[in-house]
């Protein structure tokens, strides 16, 4: 080899591991705040889990009643990602792509869905009602320094009680996701509601978003564009039923 080919090669080797470099630090560290967990481990933390007892809870609630929001109207869209492995554990969580919440929370997704067809969008929903032993697993497989991400199970999250559900917007021309400022289950600065970056379309979709969400009583979480809470969730019970034991019908 000539000293020539040798330095071409040298270059080559550099931008090559440069390019590495930097695509390892656009991906996981900032999209997500976890490690990738070896299957075994995922497998023990899924046990325990499932033994695992959620708080108990003393007051007044409303009764449960846990609807599948699709089954209310089916324009709507899921792309449910802890039902397969795009999500930050990498790994299948959910044993099903469904989504559900609580009647008046789902009635009124429904009625935001109808808003923004005069937009020309739907909504495409990432998440509703969430078992309590997955929030724990959540917590579980979180080092200690990043649990700002995740929900306590001492205290359970408002996907617990079926009153939280994450999703965005779909173009109902072309059936795709709606580019927004940050992807679903993005932890950095891009997730704000309010973050002045990104294109000025992809701010005025997820404020677009947020208006329909809003006018049906709905708040937004202060890190996440994607996350609503609606209106009661406090009167709701932590939830720690499985998804194949919730009804089908409406
Ligand atoms: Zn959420």
Redesign the pocket.
């Known amino acids: 080899m000539t000293l020539r080919a040798l330095h071409a090669l040298r270059a080559a080797l550099a931008a090559g591991l440069l390019a590495t470099l930097l695509s390892a630090c656009a991906g996981s560290p900032s999209r997500y705040p976890v490690p990738a967990l070896p299957a075994s481990k995922l497998e023990q933390l899924r046990a325990d889990a499932l033994l695992a007892v959620p708080p108990d809870e003393t007051g007044e609630f409303l009764d449960t009643d846990l609807v599948e929001v699709v089954s209310l109207d089916p324009s709507l869209r899921l792309d449910v990602r802890y039902a397969g492995a795009d999500n930050f554990l990498r790994a299948p969580i959910y044993p099903e792509a469904r989504v559900f919440l609580q009647r008046p929370a789902a009635e009124a997704v429904v009625r935001a869905n109808r808003a923004l067809q005069a937009h020309g969008y739907g909504l495409l929903l990432f ?1 509703g009602y969430r078992p309590w032993y997955v929030t724990w697993m959540f917590w579980e497989a979180t080092p200690a320094q990043k649990r700002n991400f995740v929900a306590d199970p001492a205290t359970g999250s408002r ?1 617990n009680r079926g009153c ?1 559900i ?1 999703l965005t917007l779909f173009d109902r021309k072309t059936g795709l996701e709606v580019p927004m400022p940050s992807g679903y289950d993005e932890f950095s600065e891009r997730a704000h509601p309010n973050y002045s970056g990104g294109t000025a379309e992809q701010r005025a979709a997820r404020d677009l978003l947020r208006t329909a969400m809003e006018a049906e009583g709905f708040t937004v979480n202060d890190d ?1 564009w994607w ?1 609503y809470d609606c209106r009661d969730w406090r009167k709701y019970r932590i939830g720690n039923a499985f998804f194949k034991d919730l009804a089908r019908t409406r």
């Open positions: 998440d996907h939280a994450d996440e996350h």
